[in-house]
C-alpha cells in the first residue's frame, strides 16, 4: 500500500517563527504535492514538485517555499508564520502519467497537519 | 484554469436513502478521482477513474470524459457515510497537477 507520512499531526507556532513541514512518501512517486484546506475555500494548491529539485507554483504560493532534495520527501516551508497561514496542510504524491502508458496517476494523501500560528 | 465544479455543494439524508453526487469540469483531464474526507480530516480514496463505471461495495462512480463530469453514487446511505466527498482533477497539461472540486458535505441521520 502507498504511504504517505506528515511528521506532524498537530502543531502550535508563534507569529514570525519558520516552520517546517515535512512529508515522506513510499512508493517512488515522481510527484508531490502540498494543500492548504480552510473552511469554505476547499482545498487549494500551494506547490507541487514533480522531480527532485524541481517545483511548481500552485495557486496560493505566497508565504511558503518548497524543497525537494529527495524523491521521497516533499517539505514545505513558511519562513515567517503569520496568523493567516493557520489551517489544514495536506501532502500527497501521485506517479507521473509522463511513462508508461499503463500507469495509474491516482494521488495519496498523508494524515494532514493542523497547523495553529498564534 | 480548469474549473471543476460539484453539486450539490450539502446533502443532507436519511439513512437507508440513495444519492447523486455531480462533479463537473471545463476542460480535458488526465484522471479523476473521488475521495471522502473523514471526520479527522484524512481524504480517503474511493475511486480513480478517469472514464467509465467502477463499483466498490454501496458506492458506484461513472465518468464520462467527452462530457466532463462523472458521478458518484451511494446506495442504502449509512451514516458512517457522513463528511465530505471531493472530486479532483489531473488537468492534461506538462505538469500532473491536481485541481479540486469545493465538496459536497454530506450528512447522513439515523
Known amino acids: 500500500d502507498v504511504k504517505v507520512t506528515q511528521s506532524s499531526r498537530y502543531l502550535v507556532k508563534r507569529t514570525g517563527e519558520k516552520v517546517f513541514l515535512e512529508c515522506v512518501q513510499d512508493?517512488?512517486?515522481?510527484?508531490m504535492f502540498w494543500y492548504r484546506q480552510d473552511p469554505g475555500l476547499g482545498l487549494r494548491l500551494i506547490y507541487f514538485s514533480y522531480d527532485v529539485k524541481m517545483k511548481e507554483k500552485g495557486d496560493i504560493p505566497e508565504g511558503y517555499s518548497v524543497s525537494r532534495e529527495k524523491k521521497e520527501r516533499f517539505s514545505l516551508i513558511l519562513e515567517s508564520a503569520s496568523t493567516n497561514q493557520t489551517s489544514m496542510y495536506l501532502c500527497?504524491?501521485?506517479?507521473?502519467?509522463?511513462?508508461?502508458?499503463?500507469?495509474?496517476?491516482?494521488?495519496?494523501f498523508g494524515q494532514g497537519t493542523r497547523l495553529t500560528v498564534v | 484554469g480548469i474549473q471543476v465544479e460539484q453539486s450539490p455543494p450539502d446533502l443532507i439524508l436519511q439513512e437507508g436513502a440513495n444519492s447523486t453526487l455531480r462533479c463537473n469540469f471545463s476542460d480535458s483531464v488526465n484522471n479523476l478521482q473521488w475521495f471522502h474526507q473523514n471526520p479527522w480530516g484524512q481524504l480517503i480514496n474511493l475511486f480513480y477513474?478517469?472514464?467509465g463505471t467502477k463499483q466498490n461495495g454501496r458506492l458506484s462512480a461513472t465518468t464520462v470524459a467527452t462530457e466532463r463530469y462523472s458521478l458518484l453514487y451511494i446506495s442504502s446511505s449509512q451514516t458512517t457515510d457522513s463528511g465530505v466527498y471531493f472530486c479532483a482533477v489531473d488537468q492534461k497539461t506538462s505538469y500532473d497537477k491536481v485541481i479540486f472540486g469545493p465538496g459536497t458535505s454530506l450528512s447522513v441521520i439515523p
Open positions: 477513474i478517469p472514464s
Open positions: 500527497a504524491s501521485s506517479l507521473s502519467h509522463w511513462g508508461l502508458v499503463s500507469r495509474g496517476t491516482e494521488a495519496f
Open positions: 512508493m517512488d512517486h515522481e510527484n
